[in-house]
């Protein structure tokens, strides 16, 4: 009942905490012979790494990955998975326990401190413990081992609004993703943001922002009827990161004010003899199952609660009183749930994967 494994097949436990010595994860159900390496994971970990420019936390961590157990050399010299559990630990180098000390008896609004009181009568109070974002390293680092399980598979995902201020979709380059710090892929609304967030972030405040997951590649098929479906699980995965209050696939809530012929992806033959689908309203998923189209997942993120502003709270007493949170925070924490919620994409598509190839062949 601790709930810190998510998957079927492909299974990922957690563990660590935000300012304890590592943390790390432990995936298991990985098919053997995949060429995988400590650099193939940091390559994922190190976008989402903190203090890579003023736009995030200036916690410097190098968040440098250790493959413990699951691999060896084979006999071409390839390091490649063993097909039993892969251990990977990320140390934390850089924890600074001390800024949290004034506040380690008082709830701060927005975080998970009263709730985790509630739960277990005991909490982390030096950067939320279980509940930072600092956990979501360890899903980054198995989301790198799930990219690898399903042949063809590209997940990636991009920053399309901050605040109140969406992207312009007809600018949408892909190649811009990996050319600003924000994940953006609209080169202007990018250069906007810069100067936004610098505003957000002097003034010692926080904003959230929606993240666009796009998975291609991904064949027909994958997911289950009622109780397994893909957009549901996806929808679970995504929500269960850090901060993330909202979730749609495809068009989602703009769907309620669709037609019913404006809806309807209509089919037709391609030219390769495949159906080819002229519109994607339903995200790549009917009725819980893959079309072969692209799947499409976007996630809403909360401000980040960690402000300089005073706010209203109480403590373990009690007794009301008020709060501001010093320390190093992200000013928009969305940023760095780009390549987090590409990993919960991929790791579940991994399992359906397995999963399907289990049921048909």
Request: net charge negative; charged share 25%; aromatic share 6%.
């Amino acid at each position: 009942m601790s709930h810190n494994t998510f998957g079927h097949l492909f299974r990922v436990t957690t563990f660590g905490e935000s300012h304890g010595v590592a943390l790390g994860c432990v995936v298991d159900g990985c098919p053997p012979r995949i060429p995988l390496t400590a650099e193939d994971i940091q390559a994922d970990l190190d976008r989402r790494r903190p203090g890579t420019s003023r736009f995030t936390t200036q916690r410097r961590e190098p968040d440098a990955v250790k493959i413990l157990s699951g691999v060896m050399v084979d006999d071409d010299g390839v390091q490649v998975t063993t097909g039993t559990p892969i251990a990977l630990m990320i140390e934390n180098t850089d924890q600074r326990s001390k800024d949290y000390s004034d506040i380690k008896d008082k709830f701060r609004p927005g975080h998970a401190d009263f709730t985790y009181e509630a739960k277990y009568g005991i909490r982390d109070y030096r950067g939320g413990g279980r509940s930072s974002a600092r956990e979501t390293a360890a899903r980054v680092a198995a989301g790198a081992i799930a990219r690898k399980v399903v042949p063809g598979l590209t997940v990636r995902g991009a920053l399309v609004q901050m605040g109140p201020h969406a992207i312009d979709r007809d600018n949408w380059d892909w190649e811009q993703v990996g050319a600003n710090p924000f994940f953006c892929p609209d080169a202007d609304k990018a250069a906007f943001y810069a100067t936004y967030l610098d505003g957000i972030r002097k003034s010692g405040s926080s904003i959230g922002a929606v993240i666009e997951i796009v998975a291609e590649g991904v064949p027909a098929g994958l997911g289950a009827p009622i109780y397994g479906k893909l957009d549901a699980e996806i929808a679970s995965a995504l929500m269960g990161i850090n901060a993330v209050k909202g979730v749609e696939i495809g068009s989602g809530f703009a769907s309620a004010a669709l037609t019913g012929e404006e809806n309807a992806d209509e089919i037709r033959m391609g030219n390769d003899g495949a159906p080819l689908f002229l519109s994607n309203h339903a995200g790549g998923i009917l009725g819980g199952i893959s079309t072969g189209q692209a799947v499409v997942a976007r996630f809403a993120v909360k401000p980040t609660s960690s402000i300089l502003t005073p706010r209203l709270t109480i403590d373990k007493t009690g007794g009301e009183t008020d709060i501001l949170t010093k320390g190093r925070h992200d000013p928009c924490v969305g940023i760095r749930a780009v390549p987090v919620g590409e990993a919960m994409v991929a790791c579940v598509i991994a399992d359906h994967y397995l999963r399907n190839r289990g049921q048909n062949g």
